[in-house]
């Protein structure tokens, strides 16, 4: 029988990511409405057990974790082949994720291993009974979908970032942990991080900024972003560039944010 509402912690370079908060305080409140236990689950080797345990502040009754030099940095093989394993022994009801590059990556994967729908970059989450529902943007955003599932679990979700909020229901609760040991076979591995190429230092992630300035053909030129960089160190925002700025060489795909139509005569 499936239980339990789990959160996958997304981290990196030994740092937790500001959407795994986001999904553990959503993931606590469904578990709420539910009458389920609330599980964060770590794959990782870089986090101590001081800072997983400080997770239970967000919610998190217990962390089940699974440490391996295999699984850091990530990469979808052996993060897929875990939490296949973990979700064939343990079965639970409901499965949240970032709607990051990460997770979306293994979401797709797990939900092809498991043969199990996933709903994709939700803005909002209920529980009806022991059912998901889901509320995501279809059309570009031009329409909201409710969606449920039906013979699928677990119900696999993915949340978009800096939509659902941080909340703190325990400052002095530490979450139980639970060390678990799935060896990884490397042979089954085709992947392998070779190389991590960075942003310039200080630099935050677009994916977690709170204020975001953004330039498109406007801008008339890269020179001219300048402007925009001083706006954005003054009132504490990051700088985003439309696809069109980005196609023209004028900022880093790191920087597109939003979405732009085709121009006629142009692809």
């Excluded at 794959?43 to 030099?69: Q, R």
């Excluded at 897929?80 to 022994?89: N, P, Q, S």
């Excluded at 031009?142 to 599932?149: G, H, M, S």
């Amino acid at each position: 029988m499936a239980k339990g509402i789990w959160a996958l912690v997304e981290h990196r370079d030994g740092q937790i990511r500001k959407i795994t908060y986001e999904i553990l305080s959503e993931a606590k409140r469904l578990a709420d409405a539910s009458s389920q236990e609330m599980v964060a689950i770590y794959l990782g080797n870089s986090l101590d057990d001081a800072t997983l345990e400080s997770l239970g502040k967000y919610g998190a009754e217990k962390v089940i974790c699974v440490t391996d030099p295999l699984l850091e940095p990530y990469t979808a093989d052996a993060y897929t082949e875990v939490l296949e394993k973990l979700i064939r022994e343990r079965e639970p009801l409901v499965l949240l994720m970032g709607a990051s590059t990460q997770g979306k990556d293994l979401s797709g994967r797990i939900g092809g291993r498991l043969q199990v729908a996933v709903a994709q970059d939700c803005t909002k989450f209920n529980m009806d009974g022991e059912k998901l529902v889901a509320v995501r943007p279809i059309y570009a955003g031009k329409a909201y979908a409710t969606v449920t599932f039906e013979n699928s679990l677990p119900q696999i979700a993915t949340a978009r970032p800096n939509v659902m909020s941080i909340q703190i229901f325990d400052e002095n609760k530490k979450a139980h942990l639970e060390k678990v040991s799935l060896p990884i076979d490397a042979s089954r591995l085709k992947t392998k991080v070779v190389e991590v190429l960075k942003d310039k230092a200080g630099k935050m992630d677009l994916t977690e900024a709170d204020k975001i300035v953004s330039g498109g053909r406007g801008m008339k030129g890269p020179e001219n972003f300048a402007i925009l960089e001083e706006l954005a160190q003054v009132i504490g925002a990051c700088v985003g560039a439309s696809r069109a700025a980005v196609d023209a060489g004028w900022r880093p795909h790191s920087d597109q944010v939003g979405q732009t139509p085709g121009l006629p005569g142009r692809r």
